[in-house]
């Protein structure tokens, strides 16, 4: 009966706080002339609406609050808005001025909507045109435009991201605000995310443990969606990319719409590659992939809150280049049918905001199955794993006046991996793995110049492995059971001496509780034997970042430096041993460490050349053990430039855009023991981009080649670099992308 009383009264509650609010106003130029098809977008509600002839928009079923709005147009830099929603009708007008160079975004990863250089944790931003125009078929590759992200790799069809020198389990992967857990705790285990459902990709660069625990000990990766239609609108669009390297083919077709209250869509997506060409010419065996996706979503916005479903599944039947498929595979090819991973990855997601008032609460919870099976030359599958996983979190965002904002909340998950059909290899035991933990933060804005963001976190970790094997033998699995707690925190700020100055500062204490592979691993793991270690202990981080960003007419300019000090930092290395066939085995190791380094980027538009950019960016990392030695895998210092030269129309083509970019790996001589040094190289890049209009049909296309001198060289993050096989050599790329609109 007090359940019934309790829900009753919430329900009273908000009908009372949610009245029938409006947001309008107008979108204008410098000149005050309207701009017709701005685009409109109120992130935290998911809903969108463009300006009509008048420039005029119009938002109802607004809920009471603080409101964030973003406005945008192509050719012109992004205004973000904050208001306070307290009357029925709220005006909110924005002059657009031209982007000579493009300013910020609004950001969510952060843990509030807010401007992107405006949040005390640094985050930088990749558009979805970017990755699309990247010219390569490795979705990951193209994230490693953004200074400080690299990749390990094995092939295109393999890679897992690296910030700041770290990878694997220390940097989180999140699909739209939900964390990935698909046995991602290898090089050999792809992102496991689809790239064609994206609007940008947003990246922390640092510890951001605070906000999503274990796992962010050196940074997050938010793929985040693709908004959904204008009000009003049913739209779609279907793209095409074709690779000459690996004879690749992309296709994903989608469909979305939205009325007053409710949105929705889907996207079928499917990838085909050949085994990929090193520089110079030769095929590397078994390095074809394959892919096939399916995304859908729903949802209703309305005065009482937003509230959304999604669905992912992805499919991904990937080649594995080892040693034994050397003699096996004797021509090239797109088949899968010896040495391949056959994963299977589904996630379900339910994203949820009510508004009570000056308070939000988010209740979120996701479902996902990650099912891996490996073959090898026999008939059934050598290894098959299936993971499942429940994440869920409960935050509630408090507001006191416009300078005070702060969140309190829970987030958890349930884990449990189990060996399937009793299989020949099963390299990893059953497990349970559950964790909670609990968060504050605060925002409090000083004044327009001074911002200060900080917070806590206590977290709670088990884990818990059955036995596995017989005992006595080299193979066998003892039980393991662990329990981890941690408590974690961050504070920083942001400070503009000046309106084209920003100063950042950010100290951030973040973990990582070992993971299953590294607690328990025993036997054979794509080209090595890995051996786990049982009395691993969490890592603890402390990191510094101090950066300034400087954004004028036609000169910005970011540097930023950090220093972070990890206790019982957990890696793999190779050791001198071999196993009795002479396979190289690793050795999961703890120790001391330390990484430093930076990132610097300059984009200069002079004056007299308005169609002319100039960006350049460098990327530095060391990472030193304890006793002197060098870590393993750390990424070369990096540099990137290009010269883009772009017009709003030329001819019949729309925003054409043609661009010469280059990057410089130096030598990697940091080794650490039993690691082999890497030489530098340099790479050039051509793109061409333009959109154009056929009997009233839009459509964008772009021709991009990538490594144009055929240059053979040695990514220092590859791991076929032992087995002598070089990276990806010249590819020409073609992408389409024909939007429609049903009536």
Known sequence: MKK?????????????????????????????????????FIPELNKGTITDQAGHYLFTNVPTGKISLQFSYIGYNTEIKTIEVAQAVNIVDAVLSEAIIQSQEVVITGGYVSSQHENAVKIDLLRSKDIALSGTPDFMESLTKVPGVDMISKGPGVSKPV???????????????????????????????DGNDLERVEVVKGPASLLYGSDAIGGVINFIKERPAPVGKIVGDYRMQLHSNTL?????????????????????????????????????????????TFNANSGYTGKIGTFKLFYDYFKQDLGMTVPAVKPLITERGRKNGIWFQDLEHQLISSQNRFYLGQIKWDVNAAYQ????????????????????????????????????????????????????????????PDANIDNIGFLGMAHYSVNNMLKIQGGLRYDLYKTETYALGTEGTDSYHAPVKKNFSNLNGSIGATYRPAEKIMLRLNIAKAFRVPNLSELTSNGMHGNRFEIGNEELSPENALETDVSLHYHGKYLSFDFAAFRNQINDYIYIS????????????????????????????IHFHPASLPWLHVEGTYSSVIGKQKNGDFLPFIPAHKIRYEIRAEREKWGFLKSPNIKISALTAFPQNNLSPYETATDGYTLVNLSVYAEIKLLKQSLSWGISA??????????????????????????????????????
């Open 4 to 40: 019934i009383i309790f829900i009753f009264f919430v329900c009273i509650l908000f009908v009372k706080v949610n009245a029938q609010n409006q947001i309008k106003g107008n979108v204008l130029d410098a000149k005050n002339e309207p701009l017709i098809g701005a685009s409109v």
């Open 163 to 193: 910030i700041r020198g770290l990878s694997m389990n220390d940097v989180l992967v999140m699909n739209n605000g939900v964390r990935i857990e698909n046995y991602q705790f290898s090089e050999d285990h792809p992102l496991g995310i």
């Open 369 to 428: 199955n990650a099912l891996r099976k490996l073959h090898t030359t026999m008939d059934v599958p050598f290894v098959e794993m299936n993971l499942n996983t429940v994440t869920y979190e409960s935050k509630l965002y408090f507001s006191s006046g416009e300078a005070f904002e702060y969140i309190m909340g829970l987030q958890g998950m349930s884990q449990r991996n189990r060996n399937q059909n009793n299989r020949a290899s099963q390299f990893l």
């Open 574 to 601: 190779p050791t001198p041993e071999n196993t009795t066939d002479g396979t190289a085995i690793y050795r999961f190791s703890q120790t001391n460490a330390l990484l430093y380094g930076g990132e610097a980027g």
């Open 706 to 743: 990538n490594n144009i001198f055929d240059i053979q060289y040695f990514d220092h993050l590859s791991t076929l670099k032992p087995l002598n096989f070089y990276n990806q050599g010249r590819n020409i790329a073609l992408s389409l992308e024909i939007p429609f609109e049903v009536k």
């Open 248 to 292: 690749g083919m992309h296709n994903s077709i989608g469909l979305k719409g939205a009325s007053k209250n409710l949105f929705g869509g889907f996207r079928l997506g499917n990838k085909t590659h050949a085994d990929y060409l090193q520089g110079g010419g030769a095929y590397v065996p078994n390095s074809r992939f394959k892919e096939r």
